[in-house]
């Protein structure tokens, strides 16, 4: 039997009894990350990578059942060997480990190969099966290095204020927030944040991740000159709200790597788009799975079907693995349910 297999409450090892990702509640559940397509409430018993404790308990509820695991380190449990390793993604983000009866098997989760100092960079672990994911997996999805981007929104931030116009940003409030915050010239104007970013910037914070300092929006005036050469990072659930009405005159963007196509730009309505996602691109993808070694790769949730077809033109076993996870589109009702709780 297979080490990883798929059931209706998600991927599951039959040999030491837990679940990976789970989308509906389990007995054990080993979470690769704190995005909710990944990390759900209802699971008895959680193990997770050690920096992505807090995210965890801010997310799911701090009296969790949560069990943690420093990167690299080993835990058997019922004859499997787990560990895990940096994914790149957000902070906490790991891959899974598993090796069982002379087999070892790799559950990416999701991952980035463009380090940043948000989160420990992606490592390649050596594996028989690698599962991954492809959510960007088509070949025209290519990033350009992200110091460009973040000059990119300077310059747009930097000619906003200089009319006196708002910047407002939208991006996903875990993980791309605090990437561009840690990213762009904070000289340039006060900073203000959406209810729905700020407590996952304070958990990046605890962690050690350095962030400008930062307001929150709703406990600013709109009479406020501060206002007019202000950046606001917002959630996309923000956007067409009432919440907008404090700032003015103001023109919006969009952070993402949907970005990447023109027809995604006109369908969000904003005045610019900004190609900046946390998941590999299509080159990105191809060197992380021959960094593996893996003769086996099982894809899941994105372009699966353009990027099984590759690989098995380039001579491996791929296949494709059904599961629920999503992407960073359909993240927007996850932010919607935290923004509405928290702004």
Known sequence: M??????PEGLYCPAGDFHIDPWRPVERSVITHAHSDHARAGNRHYLAASPGEGLLRTRLGQDINLQTLPYGERLLHHGVIL????????????QLRLEYGGEVWVASGDFKTEADNTCTPFEPVRCDTF????????????????????????????????????????????????????????????????GAVEPINQVYRDAGVYLPPTLHASEVKKSDPMMRKALIIAPPSAGGSSWMNRFGDYSDGFASGWMRVRGTRRRRGVDRGFVLSDHADWPGLLWAIEQTGAERVMVTHGSVATLVRHLREQGLDARAFDTEYGDEDEAVTDEREHAEVLS
Do not use: M
């Open 83 to 94: 560990s895990f390793h940096p994914a790149g993604h957000v902070l906490g983000s790991a």
């Open 2 to 7: 297979d080490l990883v297999i798929s059931r």
């Open 131 to 194: 599962i991954t994911e492809s959510t960007f997996g088509l070949p025209i999805y290519r990033w350009q290095p992200q110091a460009q981007v973040f000059a990119e929104i300077n310059q747009w931030w930097q000619a906003n204020a200089a009319q006196d116009k708002a910047s407002v940003l939208f991006c996903y409030s875990l993980g791309k927030a605090q990437r561009i915050l840690h990213g762009i010239d904070a000289t340039i104007g006060p900073i203000l944040v959406h």
